[in-house]
């Protein structure tokens, strides 16, 4: 990495790539791109980030973000599912990150179906998640890249709520969980309306996360998931009641909660991830 900084987009830089590409950004690609350079700043600085790090980014849209993370990082991969976006980044990048070009790497894929990165790889992820697949994105990538150390994600602020939300809170459930099992998570701050175009409808927010090795039980992790989705899946339910079908009888799954140390009269959402994997263990017994 060299000391030149890249130059970053202002809102006039973004309408003019855009308008270089026709592009009229769309709702079904969850596509709002950001035109505040102040805002991006506040993004990677609240990442966390060592100057080593290597930096998985999804939706990397005009390079507004790209670019002020190769001013940070070591090396940055870009994964973008629109083959006009991914086709212009590279030349995005040139213009105006010249000395960085080639700590740069764009993967033309969908972040949900990809399967793996190129070498070296990632350390960390920093992205605005497109909304209407954050969460599943987020999960996908957690599972697919054990070397990702810590993170920060730009969600809808509703979303970030439920990522950070802890056990016995409203807001707390199936992403609350899934995400306890990769990483210590946390609200990072909110991002107004304004600071993209188009203006979403409605406010954002940034989470930010910490590797941390998963509960240490004899099931896999899939197996712990498929009980978290059985006892959300009617969440005012007893998890005597919502693990009856998986356990076999209602007797067993009894069993499997009494190996947990769960009241079988409890609910899912007043348990934290490890008792959900010890579940998961007395049930495969």
């Known amino acids: 990495m060299t000391s030149a900084g890249p130059r970053l987009l202002g809102p006039a830089d973004v309408r003019s790539l855009a308008a270089a590409l026709d592009l009229r950004p769309t709702k079904q690609r969850g596509q709002n791109f950001v035109i505040d350079a102040n805002t991006v700043r506040r993004i990677v600085r609240a990442a966390s980030l060592d100057p080593d790090d290597v930096v998985v980014e999804v939706g990397p849209g005009l390079g507004s973000l790209t670019l002020a993370l190769l001013g940070s990082v070591r090396r940055v991969v870009a994964i973008e599912i629109d083959p006009a976006l991914a086709a212009a980044l590279p030349s995005t990048i040139a213009t105006y990150a010249p000395a960085h070009v080639d700590d740069f790497e764009v993967v033309h894929a969908d972040a949900l179906r990809i399967t793996s990165l190129p070498d070296p790889q990632p350390t960390a992820l920093v992205a605005n998640l497109p909304y209407n697949v954050s969460v599943p994105v987020l999960l996908h990538l957690m599972a697919l890249l054990p070397s990702l ?28 969980v899934k995400a306890a099992w990769y990483a210590s998570v946390k609200r990072a701050g909110a991002i107004g309306r304004n600071v993209f175009w188009p203006a979403p409808n409605v406010d954002s927010g940034l989470v930010a996360w910490e590797h941390r090795d998963p509960p240490q039980v004899s099931v896999s992790r899939e197996q712990v998931f498929a009980v978290v989705d059985a006892a959300f899946a009617q969440r005012r339910k007893t998890l005597r009641s919502t693990l009856k079908q998986m356990a076999g009888s209602a007797e067993a799954a009894e069993a499997a909660l009494a190996h947990a140390g769960v009241d079988p009269m409890a609910r899912g959402e007043s348990l934290g991830v490890e008792q959900f994997a010890r579940i998961a263990e007395g049930l495969h017994r």
């Open 149 to 176: 150390r810590r993170g920060l994600v730009m969600v809808q602020a509703e979303v970030a709520d439920r990522l950070v939300a802890p056990p016995g809170s409203r807001t707390y459930g199936v992403p609350s």
